[in-house]
């Protein structure tokens, strides 16, 4: 299996999904860097992950959504191949409207930074195949501009077709509808503001995370 993660500049929790990718597939995977026009051969799984990309100029992930590998990666996922991005990765992911919405401050001004639960909203799709449905989980956040915003019937739509993975247990940054993980129509993008990266470890304070890896990458395998 061969999974890919991106990296831009200001990215500073590639190293993170890295290990979390390895820790499943038991193989490295290739760190590509956003200038790259093309990904790896027969890459299987793409990770977008957390940081600040660009400095965070302009609007989160707005700059690193105009990327050269971007193309690349929307044309994986037009062909199904799972795409997952976590915080600044979903931020790219809507600047690049490969997912609905916007992210936005949050509302109370603040950065965020702590393990908050969640609720398992949607348990059918690839990423949360591990998950009961309605299952409450502990993953950790740590963003300054993880607002979901959608208008109504963006929000009705999503709702309606399934398409929230999952929604915040308390209140964290004021989300729409506590929308903390959204899906794309076809199911194989996910892009959310917890890091589940970070909690695949017990040393580390959990393995809540680890699930959606295992269901991710064990469809591949």
């Not at 449905?133 to 979901?148: C, K, L, M, Q, S």
Request: glycine share 10%; charged share 20%; net charge negative.
């Amino acid at each position: 299996m061969k999974t890919a993660v991106i990296v831009f500049p200001g990215s500073n929790c590639d190293r993170d999904m890295a290990v979390a990718l390895e820790t499943v597939t038991g193989v490295k995977p290739a760190m590509v860097w956003h200038r790259e026009t093309a990904l790896p051969d027969g890459t299987d799984f793409i990770a977008l992950p957390g940081g600040f990309s660009y400095g965070d100029y302009l609007r989160s992930g707005a700059m690193a959504a105009r990327s050269p590998i971007l193309r690349a990666v929307a044309d994986a996922a037009a062909r199904g191949v799972p795409v997952l991005g976590v915080c600044n990765g979903f931020q790219v992911l809507t600047e690049a409207q490969l997912l609905p919405g916007a992210l936005m401050r949050n509302a109370g001004l603040n950065f965020v930074c702590r393990t908050v639960p969640l609720t398992v909203a949607n348990s059918q799709s690839l990423f949360t195949a591990a998950y009961r449905a309605d299952e409450t989980i502990h993953i950790p956040v740590a963003h300054h501009d993880g607002n979901y915003f959608a208008d109504a019937d963006t929000l009705d739509r999503i709702e309606g077709e399934g398409r929230v993975a999952f929604r915040y247990a308390d209140s964290v940054n004021g989300s729409a509808r506590a929308i903390a993980g959204v899906l794309n129509d076809a199911g194989n993008v996910l892009g959310m503001m917890p890091h589940p990266e970070r909690a695949i470890d017990r040393a580390h304070g959990g393995t809540d995370g680890l699930r959606l890896f295992e269901a991710a990458l064990g469809v591949l395998a």
